[in-house]
Nanobody, 115 residues
Framework: QVQLVESGGGLVQPGGSLRLSCAAS????????MGWYRQAPGKERELVAA???????NYADSVRGRFTISRDSAKNTVYLQLNSLKPEDTAVYYC?????????WGQGTQVTVSS
């Protein structure tokens, strides 16, 4: 089993920034990818950004250029830097990862962008 623990959500004004963290622990033999999804009220969960084992990154078009995903392999931790936040970025952000090709999810952290 792998556990994912997120932190760093909160309330921020439009144009502001946040940094989300996700630490993986447990029976980790290999990490295929780690990333962030989000789900806004009434909408489906969507991929925000992901980083695969070779270091390649993927971003949703709506966040490219504003969000940056990074990782600390020694700590099994992935980060999401959210800049230039917009009200439409408001959602629950979930950390997710493929560990030995099995997907795990975190509990989610709320990000609210509002003045």
């Amino acid at each position: 089993q792998v556990q994912l623990v997120e932190s760093g959500g909160g309330l921020v004004q439009p144009g502001g920034s946040l940094r989300l963290s996700c630490a993986a622990s447990g029976s980790i033999s290999s990490i295929n990818s780690m990333g962030w999804y989000r789900q806004a009220p009434g909408k489906e969960r969507e991929l925000v950004a992901a980083i695969i084992s070779g270091g390649r990154t993927n971003y949703a078009d709506s966040v490219r250029g504003r969000f940056t995903i990074s990782r600390d392999s020694a700590k099994n931790t992935v980060y999401l830097q959210l800049n230039s936040l917009k009200p439409e970025d408001t959602a629950v952000y979930y950390c997710s990862g493929l560990f030995s090709w099995r997907r795990y999810w975190g509990q989610g952290t709320q990000v609210t962008v509002s003045s």
